[in-house]
């Protein structure tokens, strides 16, 4: 059964950091490019960041310098460090593969950034 289950997320003050976790299973995770999506309130889903087979990476430009995309293949998992955070950062967060053809997407995780 093909799943996604993020964690992670929470309210934390600008400047603040927080690390995501997505365990996505029942595909050959290994051999994959996987993403990290974001969904603000009145806005589109927009990826974020992802990471290939080859430990590739590549993020959009509002989250460069400031979010580190990783992955852990033994544990099906990949990570968003995310740094300096902003309330323009607030958002609902997913993973799904690159492009995201698993359906339905996880629950995702909440991030609020404010003081």
């Known amino acids: 059964q093909v799943r996604l289950v993020e964690s992670g997320g929470g309210l934390v003050q600008p400047g603040g950091s927080l690390r995501l976790s997505c365990v996505v299973s029942g595909v050959n995770f290994r051999f994959m490019t996987v993403g990290w999506y974001r969904q603000a309130p009145g806005k589109q889903r927009e990826l974020v960041a992802r990471?290939?087979?080859?430990?590739?990476?590549n993020y959009a430009d509002p989250v460069k310098g400031r979010f580190t995309i990783s992955r852990a293949d033994a544990k099906n998992t990949v990570y968003l460090q995310m740094n300096s955070l902003e309330p323009e950062d607030t958002a609902v967060y997913y993973c799904n593969l690159d492009p995201p053809i698993i359906n339905p997407w996880g629950q995702g995780t909440q991030v609020a950034v404010s003081s």
């Open positions: 990471i290939t087979a080859g430990l590739a990476t």
